[in-house]
């Protein structure tokens, strides 16, 4: 069990301090390494906010389409053996929700990301 703050609301404080304190101020490199570093922090409280959540829909999903204990490996050997067809549904699901898991902790500002879930 953790105190307060979490680890997200302290990666908040960070984040703030970087874009509200230190890069107003610094030079054009010093301003864009503090945005460089604001966006890593950022894409770590994404990583930290997800959890294990969207890694146990993934495993599920593919337990659907494989069995218990399937792996993305054993997936793609049944692709290429031609197990699974590449026009399956349950195959399509698990690779664009997979997909759209992935670019909601890595982009979740990407255009077309915003306009899949906004649907």
Known sequence: M?????????LEVAVAFLRDE?????????SFKLRVLANALEL??????AGDHAAGEAQARLESLLGKGADN???AQRIEQGA????????IDHLWATTL????VDQPRYASFRAEIEE
Not at 2 to 10: A, K, S, V, Y
Not at 84 to 91: F, G, N, Q, S
């Open 2 to 10: 953790h105190d307060q703050p979490d680890p997200c609301e302290i």
């Open 22 to 30: 230190l890069q107003p101020g610094a030079a054009a490199e010093q």
């Open 44 to 49: 770590v409280k994404r990583q930290l906010e």
């Open 73 to 75: 490996t054993a997936l």
């Open 84 to 91: 699974i067809a590449l026009d399956d549904p349950a195959l």
């Open 101 to 104: 898991a992935k670019i909601a």
